[in-house]
Structure formats: C-alpha cells, structure tokens
C-alpha cells in the first residue's frame, strides 16, 4: 500500500512563507490526485489544495487562493505546498493525501482519499 512521506512543517510568524513536500514511498505519482488537507485543534478536516499529477490541474480552498501553490516536480516525483502570507488561522497540522481514483466532483473530500502521510504541523504566531 502507498505511503506518504511529508516534510517541511514548523513555526512561523505571521507574514512568512514555509514549502510542505509529500513524496510517495515506493511508487510514482503518475496516475494519482495529490491533495493537502489540514486539520486544526477542534476542527474537522478541511480541504487545502489538490493537484492531477499527470494534467497538471490544481485546485485550491478559497482562503488559501492566492497565498498557497501547489506544484510538483517530476525529476523528484515530489508534490509541494508553497505557503506565502501565512496567517495564525493557517495553523494546523497539514496531510498529504493522494488517489489514483478520484472524479473531480470528489477531490475536496478527505474521505475519497486512500493514502495518507503521517501529518506536519504548521504553526503561524502571530
């Protein structure tokens, strides 16, 4: 079974910038959506950013549009959370989560996603 790999995670303070990578242990990303969701203390869990590795498509919560890229990088068969502008209502612990069979109409489920990594805390003082 696919595992998740994420690093990148820490504390910050308001304004600063941090990059969140996610890489699969023991297969590519090829065929796969690659999300980031985030979980705040007595929060449920919410969507961030996902990305099609093979199209390329992203898609992006609204309160992060704009502030937040997700990319990747093939040679690396590595996904990226680029974080810009972060704010203390960024702070949460951040998955990774990745499916090779999730329709668009499903991607900012948590729940449609098999694979998970082990989660990375993003903290933002203010």
């Known amino acids: 079974q696919v595992q998740l790999v994420e690093s990148g995670g820490g504390l910050v303070q308001a304004g600063d910038s941090l990059t969140l990578s996610c890489t699969p242990s023991?297969?590519?990303?090829?065929?796969?959506?690659v999300g980031w969701f985030r979980q705040a203390l007595g929060e449920e869990r919410e969507f961030v950013a996902a990305?099609?590795?093979?199209?390329?498509?992203?898609y992006y919560e609204d309160s992060v549009k704009g502030r937040f890229t997700i990319s990747k990088d093939s040679a690396k068969n590595t996904v990226y959370l680029q974080m810009t502008g972060l704010k203390p209502e960024d702070t949460a612990v951040y998955y990774c989560?990745?499916?090779?069979?999730?329709?668009?109409?499903?991607?900012?489920?948590?729940?449609?996603?098999?694979?998970w990594g082990q989660g990375t805390q993003v903290t933002v003082s203010s």
């Open positions: 023991g297969r590519s990303f090829r065929g796969f959506t």
């Open positions: 990305l099609k590795w093979n199209a390329g498509h992203t």
């Open positions: 989560a990745a499916d090779n069979r999730i329709i668009q109409s499903s991607i900012r489920g948590f729940v449609h996603y098999d694979y």
